[in-house]
């Protein structure tokens, strides 16, 4: 086991965090959600998706379910807190609607083979409405689960109850993902959520003899009161318990975007240095444990699907984070979620009340989105390989874009210089390779091709890179 009090962050200078301190976007799309526009069209998105039956692609479908029972004060997800489960029906009705005027324009020949199911608290639902709303996504999808297909499902362990996750296995979820974020009990006072280990891996251990072939775990570093040293005895116990995949993320703190991070005490936040001793403390105690690191945020062991992907060139990184399903068009599903097919990406309406209003009118709740031109689809290539790989080959990407990379990217280049000169990233003639201090600062790297990212934007649309 690696000593906390010895990790390789003591090689980042305090200069070199404060030049790279920066905000901007977590790349899980590109152009990212801030380039969404309300002048995108429910037109434009169903001319998208006739579109992509041309092209046949199989399809990922996410379905957003908002409610929880408790606010954890550091969340920025769209949900809504209400112990009320009569809501749950309410929302059910609607999302059948939606699923069956989104069912109506895709193909049924196109198989379903990824599936997620995120919050809020997917488990709000009982036993009979995750039975009625799996059955309503099969009606109108051609949903294959089996070995080659990868359907997953958010728990929160606090509200998983007995059966639940037979239950769910029984639907054909063979993924499940449990948030943990931090089992030291002065952080979990400070964000407002209690949660023992020994729940936890209860359901961990509940979920392995149920069959499910993977589990993973989320963490998040940069809470209140956290630090190296006490994040490290996290990883300790998680590590026991070896989940195949690990998503390690970054807390955003953004009072003035989600009301409930105002309840968090600012004093109380580690310092970028100190989040960036925990970052590269994580990377190499899971590194030294077996965990290969997939990128940004992401850890899995070197047999799981993650890790396969990423060895096979694969890899594919969206709005669920990353993906082994590269070549899927993904249709968003609930209020708030998020789609991507081949030429467009499109979310729907945020709220309850405008969400509904839509359904109840026959209408998609589609409310803005963006089409990509032949730039950005370029410029998404470049980004999602050095976020998924690590590496970008030039000559490949010149011979599939016709371009001449050292030409079309010059100022991107010479942002890139100066990364290559701290040590961060290669530019040989051929490739541009992150180095293992670089995987530290992918978002600053990929921005130096983001032609969106502008200084005016930063600070209030993205979180602090670290």
């Not at 980042?12 to 901007?24: M, N, R, V």
Request: a negative charge.
């Amino acid at each position: 086991m690696v000593d906390a009090a010895t990790s390789q962050a003591s090689l980042f200078s305090p200069e070199l965090i404060a030049k790279y301190d920066l905000a901007g976007p977590r790349y899980t799309s590109y152009p990212t959600a801030a380039q969404f526009s309300d002048g995108y069209t429910v037109a434009d998105y169903t001319a998208a998706a006739t579109a992509s039956n041309r092209a046949g692609a199989e399809l990922s479908l996410y379905v957003h379910i908002p409610f929880c029972s408790t606010v954890c004060f550091y969340c920025g997800c769209n949900k809504v807190i209400t112990k009320n489960r009569a809501h749950a029906a309410n929302y059910l009705m609607r999302l059948g609607e939606e699923i069956r005027l989104q069912g109506e324009l895709y193909d049924d020949t196109r198989a379903v083979r990824q599936m997620h199911w995120g919050g809020g608290t997917p488990t709000f639902l009982d036993h009979a409405q995750t039975e009625q709303l799996m059955g309503l996504l099969e009606a109108h999808f051609r949903c294959e689960s089996g070995p080659d297909s990868e359907f997953s499902i958010e728990i929160d362990p606090r509200a998983c109850q007995p059966g639940t996750l037979g239950h769910l296995r029984s639907l054909g979820f063979n993924r499940v993902s449990f948030g943990v974020q931090d089992f030291d009990p002065k952080v979990q006072v400070a964000v407002n959520r209690l949660q023992s280990q020994a729940i936890t891996f209860g359901a961990i251990q509940e979920a392995r003899d149920q069959g499910f072939g993977s589990v993973s775990l989320d963490l998040i570093y940069g809470l209140p009161c956290q630090t190296r040293a006490s994040f490290a005895r996290t990883l300790s116990e998680v590590i026991a318990i070896r989940p195949e995949r690990l998503s390690v993320f970054n807390y955003a703190h953004l009072p003035h975007l989600f009301k409930s991070q105002n309840r968090i005490d600012a004093s109380t936040l580690p310092s970028p240095a100190e989040k960036l001793a925990i970052l590269d403390y994580t990377i190499e105690v899971l590194g030294v444990a077996g965990y290969q690191y997939i990128g940004m945020d992401h850890f899995a062991l070197p047999h799981d699907e993650l890790a396969r992907a990423q060895r096979a060139g694969t890899l594919h990184r969206n709005f669920q984070g990353y993906s082994t399903h590269a070549g899927c068009d993904l249709v968003g599903l609930g209020v708030s979620s998020i789609g991507m097919l081949e030429g467009s990406y499109h979310q729907n309406l945020k709220t309850l009340p405008e969400y509904y209003a839509a359904l109840d009118d026959g209408r998609l709740p589609v409310t803005r989105g963006v089409l990509l031109d032949d730039d950005d689809r370029l410029r998404r290539h470049v980004i999602m390989r050095l976020v998924c790989a690590q590496d970008l080959d030039i000559a490949a990407t010149e011979a599939r874009f016709g371009i001449d990379f050292r030409s079309y990217f010059a100022a991107s280049l010479a942002r890139l210089a100066g990364m290559a000169e701290d040590g961060l990233v290669e530019i040989l003639p051929g490739v541009i390779r992150v180095r293992d201090a670089g995987r530290m600062f992918l978002r600053q790297i990929c921005m130096c091709f983001d032609r969106y990212v502008g200084a005016a934007e930063q600070g209030t649309r993205f979180s602090r890179a670290i």
